[in-house]
């Protein structure tokens, strides 16, 4: 296996964790369901190189078409996602303001959210379903008041976001965007985790997002306004980081809200995240059933 990649997937009706190859999955929960139940077990232990050293030396079990990937973290503690983090983006509201001092923040449910492969719910609610392509860090290490020196010590994973938003709930209270953000499966998580190297392996992703194959935000994770390090020292500061907990670092410009005229996801739309040394995070789009 040339890179470790980590997935939560469904297969014949039981939910199971392994290692995506490029000749199929190896289904590693079934060899460590007593140690680590999930993947969120193998991160605290700091297992993960174990598990994928392993996979390198096992066949496959499945075939990655008779997989259906789920998030790769079942049920995290936290998911704290950032938002106007990348200079365009903060350009984009149009509002004549510098740079944010701190970073703007807000959680997201694990409902809110599918895996690889499915489609997002477009609610019944509101038609202004919208993309935003971001890359996404797994805590690894527990940690509060992390210093930004040792804060990358506390990254296990990184895997890629689709954090689909509402946009006009968003704008229904004063001071908040969570109901915008929480639409049951409205997000796309995925399609795997890879576990973290080094610095040089999140300083400077080209991150884009395509709609039917069309870019419609690309940019680098070396322009974010408030880098890796930063956010989780922030974070830490007024909660403490535990494994599995998903910290989504921003999107770039080019959300269809912010296009003239505006132009939103509709049923039949090919959503595609796409980081380089990552892979690529494909969603569909569907209206929510009666």
Request: hydrophobic residues 40%.
């Amino acid at each position: 296996m040339t890179t470790p990649r980590l997935a939560t997937f469904t297969v014949n009706g039981l939910t199971r964790y392994g290692a995506v190859c490029d000749h199929g999955v190896v289904d590693l929960s079934a060899r460590h369901a007593n140690d680590y139940p999930t993947l969120r077990e193998v991160i605290a232990a700091g297992a993960l190189q174990r598990i994928v050293d392993e996979a390198d030396h096992t066949a496959p079990d499945f075939a990655r078409d008779k997989v259906v990937f789920q998030p790769p973290i079942p049920q995290p503690e936290k998911i704290i996602c950032v938002g106007v983090n990348y200079p365009e983006r903060n350009a984009e509201y149009k509002d004549n303001t510098e740079a944010p001092k701190f970073p703007s923040m807000f959680m997201r449910t694990a409902r809110s959210f599918v895996g690889h492969g499915a489609s997002l719910v477009r609610p019944k609610a509101s038609k202004l379903l919208d993309y935003e392509g971001e890359l996404t860090l797994v805590i690894g290490k527990p940690g509060r008041h992390i210093a930004e020196a040792d804060a990358l010590d506390h990254v296990a994973a990184i895997t890629l976001c689709n954090e689909g938003t509402i946009r006009d709930w968003v704008r229904h209270a004063k001071f908040n965007v969570t109901q915008g953000k929480n639409f049951d499966h409205t997000g796309g998580l995925g399609p795997w985790i890879l576990p973290f190297t080094d610095e040089a392996q999140i300083a400077d992703i080209r991150l884009t997002t395509r709609v039917n194959g069309d870019i419609r935000q690309d940019d680098r994770t070396s322009r974010m306004i408030f880098g890796f390090r930063y956010l989780i020292h922030y974070i830490s500061t007024f909660t403490t980081l535990v494994p599995g907990d998903l910290i989504i670092t921003g999107t770039p410009a080019g959300a269809g809200a912010r296009s003239d005229p505006p132009v939103y996801l509709k049923p039949g739309d090919i959503i595609e995240v796409e980081a380089d040394g990552i892979g690529v995070l494909r969603n569909g789009v569907v209206d929510e059933a009666d």
